[in-house]
C-alpha cells in the first residue's frame, strides 16, 4: 500500500499525528527535498529511506522516475509512504502520484500536511485574513510548467486579497515587475526563508525596497512570499511584543 504524507512546513513538531503513526510503521519511506531529515527518524531503524527531491535549478529525479520507484517499492513492501514537503496537494504534485498508484492497481491513502502558504507566515504573526484589509487569500506558484509564475497572478493583484507565492524567488523581480506597472510601488511585501526552521530568516519591505532589501538579506529558496496589507500586522505584532519586553 501506498501512503502519500504531507510532512509538514518543516519543522518535526508540526507534522500530523497520524502522519507520525504512519511513519513508524514504514517500511520504505520516499522523501522529498524539503522534508526536515530529523522526520525521517520517527521511521524504524530497518526502514528504507530514499531521496527522491526536486530543488530549483539543482539537478533533480525526474517524476517518471518517481513513479518508477512507486511501482517497484510497492510490489516488493507492505507499507510504502512517498514523504513530501506541505500539503501533498498544494503545488505537491500528490494528486500526479495517487493516478499513477491506481492505474497500477496499487491502494493509495493520502495523509494531509500543513502547508507553508498557511502556517509560516502565521508563525511571523501574519495572518492571510483581516478584516479591517483583506477577506480573502490566493496561494500561488512562481514555478509553473512553463517555469514562469502563474498567470493568476495578473487577476488576483487587482483584488485585496493577500497573496501567498510558493517557489517564486527566482522569478521574484519580475513578480515585482509587474506590481510597479499596476502602480502598487507601496504594498508592504514579506519574504520568509526557511520557515520553522532553527535558521529562519524575514524581510518586510514593500514593492518598492523589497528586490535591495532581498539582496542585502543574501535571501534565497525556499522561502514564501506574502503580499497584500495584511503583512503590516507583523510590524504591529511585533512592536507590540517589543514593547510588553520592555516594560
Known amino acids: 500500500m501506498l501512503y502519500i504524507v504531507g510532512a509538514g512546513p518543516g519543522s518535526p513538531d508540526l507534522i500530523s499525528l497520524r502522519a507520525y503513526h504512519c511513519l513508524q510503521k514504514a517500511q520504505v519511506v520516499l522523501y522529498d527535498a524539503l522534508v526536515c531529515m530529523d522526520i525521517l527518524d520517527f521511521c524504524p531503524a530497518e526502514c528504507l529511506r530514499i531521496f527522491v527531491g526536486k530543488r530549483g535549478k539543482q539537478k533533480s529525479i525526474a517524476q517518471n522516475t518517481i513513479h518508477d520507484h512507486i511501482l517497484h517499492y510497492c510490489q516488493q513492501y ?21 493516478q499513477f498508484a491506481t492505474a497500477h492497481q496499487i491502494a493509495v491513502e493520502l495523509i494531509p500536511g500543513i502547508s507553508s502558504a498557511l502556517s509560516v507566515p502565521a508563525l511571523q504573526g501574519i495572518p492571510l485574513t483581516w478584516r479591517e484589509c483583506s477577506s480573502s487569500f490566493w496561494v500561488l506558484t512562481g514555478t509553473t510548467a512553463e517555469k514562469t509564475f502563474s498567470k493568476d497572478l495578473h487577476i ?3 483584488s485585496q486579497a493577500t497573496l501567498v507565492i510558493l517557489m517564486g524567488m527566482h522569478q521574484l523581480e519580475a513578480i515585482v515587475d509587474l506590481f510597479l506597472q499596476h502602480n502598487k510601488a ?7 526563508q526557511n520557515g520553522t526552521f532553527p535558521n529562519e530568516k524575514i524581510v518586510v ?3 518598492a525596497t523589497i528586490i535591495e532589501q532581498t539582496q542585502q538579506a543574501e535571501m534565497g529558496s525556499p522561502a514564501v512570499i ?3 496589507e495584511a503583512v503590516r500586522c507583523r510590524t504591529i505584532n511585533h512592536s ?3 514593547t ?3 516594560l
Open 244 to 246: 510588553a519586553i520592555s
Open 240 to 242: 507590540q511584543q517589543k
Open 156 to 158: 488576483a493583484l487587482q
Open 78 to 98: 507492505e507499507r510504502v509512504v512517498r514523504l513530501k514537503g506541505g500539503d501533498p496537494f498544494v503545488f505537491g504534485r500528490g494528486y500526479e502520484e495517487i
Open 205 to 207: 519591505g514593500t514593492i
Open 226 to 228: 506574502v503580499i497584500g
Open 186 to 192: 507601496f504594498l508592504p511585501i514579506a519574504i520568509i
